[in-house]
């Protein structure tokens, strides 16, 4: 790690917040320090599952006054109740504007605890720890907060800014392999938007991504954040449309997302949106239809899924109508002119969508 440095994302000329790359935890009480030095407690929030292998470490580490917030894991549990319960957390300690809110978890963890840090007292500084490859490499970058709601993704939310986010990238280790290949969709997904070059290198080191080499990890996510970081940096808002190019394979994605998430986690899900996508490029000749065929198949080595077998496909139709990029009734999805090179188009057909997904379908004979 030692050619990999931190980043700092910028808006409009100003820094914003650091991206930290390290190997444990231990300068992380001092960087804290340093950004909130009035503060005197802390909340760290976690789920059951990360709270068990790294909360104590974390923990023991700070001279504030601790105060812990554990959630059951799960997607499930990205709602209204954990959220007033955070912000009750907050409340019963008397947390103050000079304190501080930190996650330590994935992308659930962090998309609801900045949310609870962007309305608590109207804002208080919000520490991320992400310990999974998919919020290292996606939810923890880029100031979006949400809970679900009526089992539709990230329906309610705000753009907010974390003061730090943290890396620590032994905590991969323990990752399950489910959960760490299912982080690598969105890493594909960034060199399948802005950078070629970069898909081909993510193919070329195919068995030292799957072995979780640390170094080739790290030039890994330290890619594809700068990626993320450029897009961002440019719409962090999401006014001008750029930063929805960052939205690949989550039209469909998170349709499917929501009718079949006992099947499926969000990475999956990403996956099987961005096969999905491709194969609309290709429906409207965008791109050839061997490109389709490579896209799909550069997924499986990563063991991550190209195919759905369910009947409720009129039911993720519906879902995708609730996806935030349409407008007026219209299906708005991030396509491909080649590989490194998306654009959003406005008005894809529910023919064509539904067209995909029956592509995507798989049913056996007999």
């Known amino acids: 790690m030692d050619n990999i440095k931190n980043i700092t994302i910028t808006e409009e000329n100003t820094k914003t917040y650091d991206i930290v790359f390290d190997t444990d935890y231990t300068p992380l009480p001092d960087m804290v320090k340093e950004l909130a030095p009035k503060a005197d407690k802390i909340l760290i929030v976690s789920d059951s599952n990360v709270a068990k292998i790294y909360l104590d470490e974390v923990k023991a580490l700070f001279d504030l006054k601790v105060y812990t917030f554990v959630f059951n894991a799960g997607e499930a549990n990205k709602n209204e109740e954990t959220l007033k319960e955070i912000i009750n957390a907050l409340y019963e300690a008397k947390f103050s504007r000079s304190d501080v809110i930190l996650s330590l978890g994935g992308g659930v963890v962090s998309d609801m605890t900045g949310f609870a840090a962007s309305i608590y007292m109207r804002g208080i500084k919000h520490v991320i ?152 490029s290709s429906k409207l000749n965008y791109i050839d239809s061997d490109v389709y065929y490579e896209i799909r198949d550069m997924f499986v080595p990563f063991y991550l899924p190209i195919s759905i077998e369910t009947d409720k496909i009129d039911e993720i139709i519906n879902a995708v109508y609730y996806d935030k990029k349409n407008a007026l009734g219209k299906i708005r999805m991030v396509l491909l002119n080649r590989i490194g090179d998306a654009f959003v188009y406005d008005d894809v057909s529910e023919e064509l969508v539904r067209e995909a997904l029956d592509e995507l379908n798989f049913k056996e004979e007999g």
Request: charged share 20%; proline share 3%; net charge negative.
């Open 129 to 280: 720890c992400p310990t999974t490859l998919l919020s290292m490499a996606d939810a923890s970058v880029g100031a979006k907060t949400a809970i679900d709601y009526n089992g539709k993704k990230n329906l309610i939310g705000a753009f907010y800014n974390p003061s730090l986010i943290y890396m620590n990238l032994s905590t991969l280790k323990s990752l399950p392999s489910r959960e760490y290949y299912a982080g690598f969709a969105e890493i594909m997904k960034a060199g399948l938007i802005k950078d070629d070059k970069y898909y081909m290198w993510l193919i070329d080191n195919m068995y030292e991504i799957c072995e979780k080499d640390p170094e080739t990890v790290a030039k890994m996510l330290y890619t594809a954040i700068n990626i993320k970081k450029a897009v961002v940096e440019k719409d962090l808002y999401e006014t001008t449309g750029e930063r929805m190019l960052l939205n690949l394979g989550h039209t469909i994605g998170h349709g499917i997302e929501s009718v079949l998430n006992d099947e499926y986690i969000h990475g999956e899900c990403v996956s099987l949106g961005c096969v999905a996508a491709a194969y609309i």
